[in-house]
């Protein structure tokens, strides 16, 4: 499922770039409660939210959406949003 991708994968940068979820708050503007129920998989986050995760901890907006499936590649790898 999707959404547990998403949930491991933001967990994962998270944890890489040596943030506390309190730290993850302060630079995307998502409450802590809400991190936590993302990084669990008992959220599926918004593209709003996702573009809160993108700008504060430097990824690319199109790949969290596509981990999401909120976009999907067409068969020559560009981005269909009607997929």
């Given at each position: 499922?999707?959404?547990s991708n998403i949930s491991n994968y933001l967990s994962?940068?998270?944890?890489?770039?040596?943030y506390t979820m309190g730290e993850v708050s302060k630079l995307t503007g998502?409450?802590?409660?809400?991190?936590?129920l993302v990084e669990r998989g008992k959220?599926?986050?918004?593209p709003q939210v996702l573009k809160k995760y993108a700008v504060g901890l430097n990824e690319s907006y199109s790949k969290l959406m596509e981990m999401?499936?909120?976009?999907?590649?067409?068969?020559?790898?560009k981005i269909d949003p009607q997929a």
């Open positions: 499922m999707k959404d994962m940068l998270c944890h890489n770039k040596g998502i409450s802590v409660s809400y991190i936590s959220r599926k986050p918004s999401t499936g909120y976009l999907h590649r067409d068969g020559k790898g």
